[in-house]
């Protein structure tokens, strides 16, 4: 084979300049784009988030890995580790790879996970949702692991969803380091595709990410990898049939590649004569995508009022705000990609330049074509309903199946072959520094909480959505609800709707600002006068402002809609009281007893109306106030208050015997 590249003075040749060029254009462009910072690069942009020298410390490396001599010197020791790794068994190479890895995911782990969909996730596992219509089995894994670690201890969901992200990213890696890959996949080019492989940007999703994307994105990357490797050397049918079936069952979007699966059941149905053999695949297939079909048509049919239809998850091809051919959106999709797969796009781009072998496998390029056409369909028609820059997680899968596409066409094809192995070495360092950048910035709290307001910044399509999971994080984690009130005050527009008048009111309450409160939820209630959250900050509101009879209107309402909630009927017993409608406060109290049984408070509270019932009325309902009392200090054996009543209810009670 004829060496290209670098001579040995270090100087670079024809094709070393055509790899090397794009690589120092697009570190360029990272480097500028965090510096600057170019806002609309979001996906691009990382080094904003970081002091100036660790930007100093990013341009020092990608110098480094792009320079011929360091990078032939850095690609020979990297040569001879392959060597000594490779010596021991492959248990051993997966082994080390899922330890290695899994450590990497929890030191470098995300801390905030309230700025995507994942805490609805969260709440939904613990109210004790068990199923979840578009990622059926992705959801039923979490419950199962959420209900078998609960076996042993007390655990949130949270940590349940931290440590899935995590297992499932250790065997992914597992499975990437140990799979055997067919030439011309094997040496530097198999060691580059492994390399691409493992940092393309949707790695992200194995950091202890919170989200239903863990196994989504590691299924569909295998079922390409798995299906080449059928496709030249006919090995690894059923690993490619079962990653597919994991991939449609975990997020039904994942069905959409089912045409690319055809293809190898086409090539497996010429090979084999044997009917068992050549009809398996197709028929396990089928057999979970028809379930998966009647399950989704049955919840539409039961839950129609709650399930968005197809149309709408699908983009407009063009119109006024966002579409499939608007500006922003194109912006947002290249965003997608340099965020995803930077490093395979440089491959590809060095790769396409180059000669193709003259020996050819039936059914690669159809594969890999139908398998990029599918991705950019999916990145192009579907709607994300965040705007991308929040909903990366779910276009990670497809984007990056669109890059290890390109990828494994120009590898697989011999297009790779007549670069060096020092060149690949430089576009595989080039794609870990993009990743760690990526990384990092997630790694860090400050970081991504400055990273998510400055997303802010960039239109989600008029939802004010990226604001609410902010200030949903201040509110929740961090306490910080004047920074909630900011936040949720600088939506505007349709988006500021009756959720997020509640959530503003429901804040101002709790730090006790209660015109305000009142005058945020009389503004949220003209545009839904039925919502349960606002009619009860405005009577909670009226209340603490000395107007309990006006508050009686609003709680009461709030009361009818949801006659469990502790808060609402609590709020309605206090005002009854202060109104001395002593039988309806009764009766109000006591409803809050069934909400809160464990609640020391409405014990007394019972205990005291009967008592001073019996002083007003001159009824005998001792007893009563006895028997609750009692029950409230066995709740609360501390509260010296509660004795002092018992004393005071004896002592009339007694006097009431001698009379």
Same mark, same amino acid.
């Given at each position: 084979?004829?060496?290209?590249?670098?001579?040995?003075?270090? +100087?670079?040749?024809?094709?070393?300049?055509?790899?090397?060029?794009?690589?120092?254009?697009?570190?360029?462009?990272?480097?500028?784009?965090?510096?600057?910072?170019?806002?609309?690069?979001?996906?691009?942009?990382?080094?904003?988030?970081?002091?100036?020298?660790?930007?100093?410390?990013?341009?020092?490396?990608?110098?480094?890995?792009?320079?011929?001599?360091?990078? +032939?010197?850095?690609?020979?020791?990297?040569?001879?580790?392959?060597?000594?790794?490779?010596?021991?068994?492959?248990?051993?190479?997966?082994?080390?790879?899922?330890?290695?890895?899994?450590?990497?995911?929890?030191?470098?782990?995300?801390?905030?996970?309230?700025?995507?969909?994942?805490?609805?996730?969260?709440?939904?596992?613990?109210?004790?949702?068990?199923?979840?219509? =578009?990622?059926?089995?992705?959801?039923?894994?979490?419950?199962?692991?959420?209900?078998?670690?609960?076996?042993?201890?007390?655990?949130?969901?949270?940590?349940?969803?931290?440590?899935?992200?995590?297992?499932?990213?250790?065997?992914?890696?597992?499975?990437?380091?140990?799979?055997?890959?067919?030439?011309?996949?094997?040496?530097?080019?198999?060691?580059?595709?492994?390399?691409?492989?493992?940092?393309?940007?949707?790695?992200?999703?194995?950091?202890?990410?919170?989200?239903?994307?863990?196994?989504?994105?590691?299924?569909?990357?295998?079922?390409?990898?798995?299906?080449?490797?059928?496709?030249?050397?006919?090995?690894?049918?059923?690993?490619?049939?079962? =990653?597919?079936?994991?991939?449609?069952?975990?997020?039904?979007?994942?069905?959409?590649?089912?045409?690319?699966?055809?293809?190898?059941?086409?090539?497996?149905?010429?090979?084999?004569?044997?009917?068992?053999?050549?009809?398996?695949?197709?028929?396990?297939?089928?057999?979970?995508?028809?379930?998966?079909?009647?399950?989704?048509?049955?919840?539409?049919?039961?839950?129609?009022?709650?399930?968005?239809?197809?149309? %709408?998850?699908?983009?407009?091809? $063009?119109?006024?705000?966002?579409?499939?051919?608007?500006?922003?959106?194109?912006?947002?999709?290249?965003?997608?990609?340099?965020?995803?797969?930077?490093?395979?796009?440089?491959?590809?781009?060095?790769?396409?330049?180059?000669?193709?072998?003259?020996?050819?496998?039936?059914?690669?390029?159809?594969?890999?074509?139908?398998?990029?056409?599918?991705?950019?369909?999916?990145?192009?028609?579907?709607?994300?309903?965040?705007?991308?820059?929040?909903?990366?997680?779910?276009?990670?899968?497809? %984007?990056?199946?669109?890059?290890?596409?390109?990828?494994?066409?120009?590898?697989? =094809?011999?297009?790779?072959?007549?670069?060096?192995?020092?060149?690949?070495?430089?576009?595989?360092?080039?794609?870990?520094?993009?990743?760690?950048?990526?990384?990092?910035?997630?790694?860090?709290?400050?970081?991504?909480?400055? +990273?998510?307001?400055?997303?802010?910044?960039?239109?989600?399509?008029?939802?004010?959505?990226?604001?609410?999971?902010?200030?949903?994080?201040?509110?929740?984690?961090?306490?910080?609800?004047?920074?909630?009130?900011?936040?949720?005050?600088?939506?505007?527009?349709?988006?500021?709707? %009756?959720?997020?008048?509640? %959530?503003?009111?429901?804040?101002?309450?709790?730090?006790?600002?209660?015109?305000?409160?009142?005058?945020?939820? +009389?503004?949220?209630?003209?545009?839904?006068?039925?919502?349960?959250?606002?009619?009860?900050?405005?009577?909670?509101?009226?209340?603490?402002?000395?107007?309990?009879?006006?508050?009686? =209107?609003?709680?009461?309402?709030?009361?009818?809609?949801?006659?469990?909630? $502790?808060?609402?009927?609590?709020?309605?017993?206090?005002?009854?009281?202060?109104?001395?409608?002593?039988?309806?406060?009764?009766?109000?109290?006591?409803?809050?007893?069934?909400?809160?049984?464990?609640?020391?408070?409405? $014990?007394?509270?019972?205990?005291?109306?009967?008592?001073?019932?019996?002083?007003?009325?001159?009824?005998?309902?001792?007893?009563?106030?006895?028997?609750?009392?009692?029950?409230?200090?066995?709740?609360?054996?501390?509260?010296?208050?509660?004795?002092?009543?018992?004393?005071?209810?004896?002592?009339?009670?007694?006097?009431?015997?001698?009379?």
């Amino acid at each position: 084979m004829i060496q290209t590249g670098a001579n040995r003075n270090g +100087r670079l040749s024809g094709n070393g300049l055509r790899v090397i060029w794009p690589a120092a254009i697009l570190a360029a462009g990272y480097l500028i784009a965090g510096a600057v910072p170019i806002r609309a690069m979001w996906g691009f942009n990382h080094l904003y988030y970081f002091p100036h020298w660790a930007k100093f410390l990013f341009a020092v490396l990608f110098v480094l890995v792009l320079s011929p001599l360091t990078a +032939r010197m850095l690609s020979g020791v990297l040569s001879q580790l392959q060597v000594s790794y490779c010596r021991y068994p492959r248990w051993v190479r997966g082994l080390t790879a899922a330890l290695l890895s899994g450590v990497l995911f929890i030191a470098l782990r995300v801390h905030v996970h309230s700025l995507g969909d994942g805490y609805m996730r969260i709440f939904q596992i613990e109210r004790g949702i068990t199923g979840l219509h =578009t990622e059926p089995l992705d959801f039923f894994l979490h419950v199962m692991l959420y209900k078998f670690l609960n076996l042993f201890g007390t655990f949130g969901a949270e940590p349940v969803f931290v440590m899935y992200s995590i297992i499932c990213g250790m065997i992914f890696c597992g499975i990437v380091a140990t799979v055997t890959l067919p030439a011309p996949l094997d040496g530097p080019r198999g060691l580059l595709v492994r390399t691409l492989l493992l940092t393309l940007g949707g790695s992200q999703l194995f950091f202890g990410y919170v989200e239903s994307y863990s196994l989504f994105y590691p299924a569909g990357l295998l079922f390409v990898l798995f299906t080449v490797k059928y496709i030249l050397s006919g090995c690894g049918l059923l690993p490619a049939t079962l =990653t597919f079936i994991i991939m449609a069952s975990t997020h039904l979007t994942g069905a959409l590649f089912f045409p690319a699966f055809l293809v190898i059941v086409w090539m497996n149905m010429k090979k084999t004569d044997r009917l068992f053999e050549k009809y398996i695949p197709l028929a396990l297939v089928l057999l979970v995508l028809t379930a998966l079909g009647i399950s989704e048509i049955n919840v539409r049919i039961k839950h129609a009022e709650y399930v968005g239809s197809i149309e %709408a998850l699908l983009l407009p091809l $063009y119109s006024s705000g966002y579409a499939m051919l608007s500006t922003v959106h194109l912006l947002d999709v290249c965003n997608q990609i340099l965020l995803i797969f930077p490093g395979g796009l440089l491959v590809f781009i060095a790769g396409i330049r180059q000669k193709r072998n003259s020996g050819s496998h039936p059914g690669l390029i159809p594969f890999l074509g139908l398998t990029a056409g599918l991705s950019l369909i999916y990145l192009f028609v579907i709607d994300p309903k965040l705007g991308y820059a929040r909903d990366w997680d779910l276009f990670a899968t497809p %984007a990056a199946i669109l890059g290890l596409s390109m990828v494994l066409y120009v590898a697989a =094809t011999g297009r790779l072959n007549a670069i060096t192995p020092t060149r690949l070495f430089s576009i595989g360092a080039i794609s870990v520094l993009f990743l760690g950048g990526w990384i990092l910035t997630n790694a860090s709290v400050s970081r991504q909480l400055a +990273r998510a307001e400055e997303l802010l910044h960039l239109s989600d399509k008029g939802r004010g959505y990226g604001t609410e999971l902010l200030a949903h994080y201040y509110r929740y984690d961090v306490d910080q609800p004047e920074k909630v009130i900011e936040l949720l005050n600088g939506i505007t527009g349709p988006a500021k709707n %009756a959720r997020v008048h509640s %959530a503003i009111a429901m804040t101002e309450l709790e730090i006790g600002r209660y015109r305000d409160a009142l005058a945020t939820a +009389r503004a949220g209630l003209k545009l839904d006068s039925t919502h349960a959250d606002m009619l009860f900050c405005a009577g909670r509101a009226l209340l603490e402002l000395g107007h309990p009879d006006s508050a009686l =209107t609003y709680l009461m309402s709030a009361f009818a809609q949801k006659p469990d909630n $502790y808060g609402y009927v609590l709020n309605l017993a206090r005002a009854f009281s202060r109104l001395k409608q002593w039988q309806n406060a009764l009766n109000a109290f006591k409803a809050t007893i069934h909400a809160e049984p464990t609640r020391s408070s409405s $014990y007394f509270d019972v205990g005291y109306i009967y008592f001073h019932l019996t002083q007003i009325d001159s009824a005998n309902f001792y007893d009563s106030a006895y028997y609750y009392v009692e029950r409230g200090l066995r709740l609360n054996p501390d509260y010296t208050e509660g004795y002092q009543m018992l004393e005071a209810i004896k002592s009339a009670a007694s006097g009431a015997a001698g009379r």
